[in-house]
């Protein structure tokens, strides 16, 4: 009865929200029992029930009442943590009242021997003491600084929480995910000092993937993988900021799944950045992937007009400079993408203002941005280069990422390649892996078809072009 009770519900509140916050918020609840007009639901801590009674309290309160009754009620079974890992158990609070039980985080030790004076740190050559570990946080990305808005609510939220409470969420690991510039460096560094801030005993290392991959191929090339080892397993909040370029490289993948499960059973926390949701990341393992999804995936999205006027307001204030408010609007009604180039206008617009003896009027803003947007090129990624050849080639994208050898695929698989690594960072593994699933191999010996078709193949020489000119679009 509880059940049938509760799917009526959640068919509505399906209707009512968007996919995403259903997924998060509504999928993992559980109806528990059904007694004198009170529904119990089971949630699986104590900060998706905050959650719930702050964001979605009104849609509850209506399907509830809807489905059984003006005199309904609902109680969550919050699962608190007790005292050791992994161990949990429910308590019960009445809707609507607020929890103010806190959780504990249990205190778990290094896996190194304490009598050991030093490690090896890959950061630092030779050993280093423990303590002495740089958690490599700039102070400048910290909560202060991060600006909330609709556009990052859910992924802040979760990211403060981890914060108060490092390994004892349900938020392990947490995954923040979104375009370039849109400030995902920016809050896992601000989890980062807010933990060092809060717990200045527990160890927090801030690391980009690319730079992990490179410690990894010296530890093996120096025959230092333990002490590798030993030093990410003794950390107790690990960051790894852009996890997808990890794609390909299957001996970094295997390293940093033991690493990630050493301390996950640990209690240790773990956060993680990505340019997609781990279930559009390809070229990744998938015991990895299924780790990923473990806690709570939350993604940044472009900011609204309000979130960015509130991010150039912040941004002036703290370099102590009045700006009109007309040439604020400008900027934010005009660069609307991407955090990271509104902060980069701004900065520009101060600099030629002061290099120019200007003074920063609308006409001046006006001249600025303008140059500015016509010589910004678009960002091509892998994902929208593969976009335009599929439609170049009138074919299906999962044509192109399938392991059909026919002619004309092949040769649009090759095309896609071609742009791949001629118009973005990626690696050659990294492109494979996105591009159905190939070896580095595969791509270098495509580059090296499409170049000679290039030089022999006068038709398909235009056909390249005429792609080219689309991607420049």
Known sequence: MHERIWNNCLNIIKDNVPSISFRTWFEPIVPLKLENDILTIQVPSPFFYEYLEEQYIDIL??????????????????????????NSKPYTVKFPAKSTKEIKNTPVSVPLDASENTIRNPFVIPGLKKLDIDPRLNPENSFDNFIEGECNRLARSAGYA????????????LLIYGDSGLGKTHLAQAIGIEVKQLFPEKIVLYVNANKFQTQFVDAIRNNNKNDFLHFYQ?????????????AGKEKTQDTFFHIFNHLHQSGKQLILTSDKPPVELQGMESRLLSRFKWGLSADLQAPDFET?????????????????????????????????????????????????????TLDLTKEMIDKLIKSTKREISID??????CNYYNIGLEMLQSKTRKREIVQARQVAMFFSKSMTKSSLATIGSQIGGKDHATVLHA????????????RFRLQVDEIEKKLKM
């Open 61 to 86: 309160r209506k399907v509830i009442k809807k489905e059984m009754g003006p005199e309904a009620k609902l109680e969550y079974n919050v699962v608190m943590q007790n005292n050791s890992y992994n």
């Open 162 to 173: 981890v914060a108060k409470n490092p390994g004892g969420t349900a938020f392990n690991p």
């Open 234 to 246: 003794m950390i107790d909040v690990l960051i790894i900021d852009d996890v997808h370029e990890f």
């Open 308 to 360: 960015r006027m509130a991010i150039l307001k912040k941004k002036t204030y703290n370099d102590g400079i009045e700006l009109p408010e007309e040439v604020l609007e400008y900027i934010s009604t005009h660069i609307s993408d991407n955090i990271r180039e509104l902060e980069g206008a701004l900065i520009s617009l101060l600099a030629q203002s002061t290099l120019n003896k200007k003074e920063i």
């Open 384 to 389: 929208y280069i593969q976009k335009v050849v």
């Open 447 to 458: 580059c090296k078809t499409v170049n000679n078709l290039i030089e022999t193949d006068k």
